[in-house]
């Protein structure tokens, strides 16, 4: 179960987010419109998941998404919208997003998103940390003694 917050300025999509979240087993701690005020708040609930609909990926937009980066580092940070083009993702890429939710809400497109997402990124964070294997050691490179 993931602990997460819902930042949309349309309450009735924030609820029914909410319940597609609390019934595919995870916690919504908090929700809000994506009014900066609100974020303090928000980031002290320390989310592991932030879904946030900036509405359109204009200027302000793209700085909330920067914000929620900055102040919540290790979130996985959802961009929730109606139109998603390759525009979109695109922009929201470079500003820190990990993955995609489509309205209207589809309970296990919503669900697939999230877990793809994570499955994902675990696979990336894996492969940056697993040692690589049939590398020759070198003599006197990496340390040993050359035979002499």
Request: net charge neutral; hydrophobic share 45%.
């Amino acid at each position: 179960m993931l602990r997460a917050i819902i930042l949309d300025n349309q309450a009735v999509a924030r609820d029914l987010l909410a319940s597609v979240l609390n019934n595919g087993g995870h916690e919504v701690v908090g929700g809000s419109n994506t009014n900066l005020s609100n974020l303090a708040r928000m980031v002290k609930l320390q989310p592991q998941i932030v879904c946030v609909d900036i509405g359109e990926t204009n200027g302000d937009g793209l700085d909330l998404l920067d914000t929620l980066g900055k102040e919540l580092p290790k979130s996985l940070i959802f961009l929730v919208s109606s139109k998603i083009d390759a525009a979109t993702i695109a922009a929201a890429q470079q500003h820190g997003v990990s993955g995609f939710i489509v309205k209207p809400f589809n309970a296990t497109a919503v669900l697939t998103s999230i877990r793809t997402t994570i499955i994902r990124i675990a696979t990336q964070q894996r492969a940056k940390i697993e040692p690589l294997s049939g590398v020759a050691v070198i003599p006197g490179v990496s340390g040993e003694k050359a035979p002499d």
